[in-house]
């Protein structure tokens, strides 16, 4: 900078005395459009500064808001009924049967046959021959009878009654009260402070001045100078967040739970033993002895004994003693025993579970997924373009005369016109200005 600044000055001092010498012939006319050609002959190389414009770009940030939707899930909290199911019992009573084993006897009538040894006289005659009287017995059949006695057992069929003791299960049923606990949740709304910050974005105003920069003037007497002149400034507008700090009430639900107890009357049927006594009839044979009288016929030889008076042969009988064995036969009476069954009825109680379905409420949580918008700051890069101007050095030299006016080489030989148009766009404060650089003079 101070390089181009120093290149500035000495062209400027050499451009100061031509000029002097120039306005003193013309009287500080600045057109030489009637300059005569002996003015136009060259004279000496000299230095001028050339205006040149460049456009340069500068990175701006800026904020920028954009609306982002995000996903956030939030705990809701639902009442639901869920079905407990409670397994209870009830006493039902069953007739059944059992086998009731007893003992009869009955009597079994068999004919049996016994062997009876008997004696008996067998007259032998025997003839004889004398002359005396005699005697002769001639056997006499006589026919008696004899009592036999006897036992036999007859059956006899009674019907009894017998007292038969047995356990009847009665159901009772009794209404007590009885406590249940249940769990409900309970909303508690709680309040918390919460601290929001409620500002706003409010747009600041800015203005920047321009820098003194160097620039070719035409003064009347004495002609070209260097002048620092002002440029025009530029204002910049930037979103400044006024922050405004809010305290709120914010209310908060919980659900606690809290036990309720509920008193509820309730039927319980329980069993009560109780012995009944029933008479129950039952047949019971007995044997019952009997005395049996019976006539048996037997035959008895008895010898009558007769007197002869003659002389005859006579026989002489005498009794042979003989035994002889018989088969009497006879009815045995003897008791069979038998075994025989009875179904014998009886009360039978067991337990039959059923199934009772009870409605629990209970709290179940759920996670809802929901939506929402929040802006989102972003930096955004943006290349802003400014122009740069800076003098360049210009070596002019003289070479061919003027024909009808001036003949420039690298640039007319009367007073430099300002190139710039306008105001000159300057870089803002925050941005350095790029330096110009030239040749070293």
């Keep these: 900078m101070m390089r181009s600044l120093f290149a500035g000055l000495a062209m400027a001092l050499a451009l100061g005395t031509t000029a002097v010498t120039e306005a003193g012939g013309y009287c500080g006319a600045s057109s030489y459009a009637c300059c ?25 940030y800026e904020t920028q808001y954009e609306p982002q939707q995000y996903t956030y899930n939030r705990t809701v909290y639902d009442t639901t009924y869920e079905d407990v199911p409670q397994t209870c019992y009830r006493t039902v009573a069953e007739t059944a049967y059992r086998e009731h084993c007893y003992t009869v006897a009955r009597p ?16 032998v005659t025997e003839t004889y021959y004398r002359d005396v009287n005699y005697c002769t017995q001639r056997p006499v059949w006589e026919t008696y009878e004899r009592e036999c006695r006897r036992t036999i057992y007859n059956p006899v069929v009674e019907t009894v009654n017998r007292p038969i003791t047995r356990t009847v299960y ?28 409620c500002g706003t974005w409010q747009t600041q105003t800015n203005y920047h001045p321009g820098p003194c920069v160097p620039k070719l003037v035409c003064d009347p007497c004495c002609g070209f100078r260097v002048q620092m002149v002002q440029c025009p400034g530029f204002t910049t507008c930037r979103r400044v967040w006024c922050p405004n700090i809010v305290c709120q009430q914010v209310p908060c639900t919980n659900y606690v739970p809290q036990v309720v107890r509920q008193v509820c009357p309730v039927q319980v049927c329980r069993v009560v033993p109780e012995c009944v006594t029933e008479n129950c009839p039952v047949r019971v044979c007995r044997m019952v002895p009997q005395e049996i009288c019976e006539k048996i016929p037997y035959r008895v030889c008895r010898m009558v004994t007769e007197n002869h ?14 035994t002889h064995t018989r088969d009497v036969p006879y009815t045995v009476c003897r008791m069979v025993t038998e075994q025989k069954t009875c179904q014998v009825p009886y009360q039978v109680c067991k337990q039959v579970p059923y199934t009772v379905t009870h409605r629990v409420a209970k709290c179940t949580p759920r996670c809802i997924t929901e939506t929402a918008c929040r802006m989102v700051a972003r930096c955004v890069p943006k290349q802003v373009p400014y122009e740069v101007c800076r003098m360049v050095p210009v070596t002019v030299c003289q070479n061919n005369a003027c024909d009808n006016g001036c003949a420039t080489g690298d640039a007319p030989a ?15 404060a925050g941005a350095a200005a790029a330096p110009a650089e030239g040749p070293a003079t």
């Design 36 to 60: 005569p050609t002996s003015c136009c002959a060259p004279t000496a190389c000299y230095t001028t500064c050339k205006v040149e414009r460049q456009t340069c770009y500068h990175t701006v």
């Design 108 to 123: 079994v009538y068999e004919q049996a046959v016994r062997q009876e040894t008997y004696q008996t006289f067998r007259p």
């Design 170 to 197: 009665r159901q009772v049923t009794e209404t007590v009260n009885q406590e249940r606990c249940y769990t409900v949740m309970r909303p508690v709304t709680t309040y918390r402070t919460v601290t929001r910050d």
């Design 309 to 322: 008076t003659q002389r005859i042969p006579y026989q002489v009988c005498r009794q042979v003693c003989e």
């Design 414 to 428: 009367g007073p430099l016109q300002p190139q710039a148009e306008g105001p000159v766009d300057l870089p803002p």
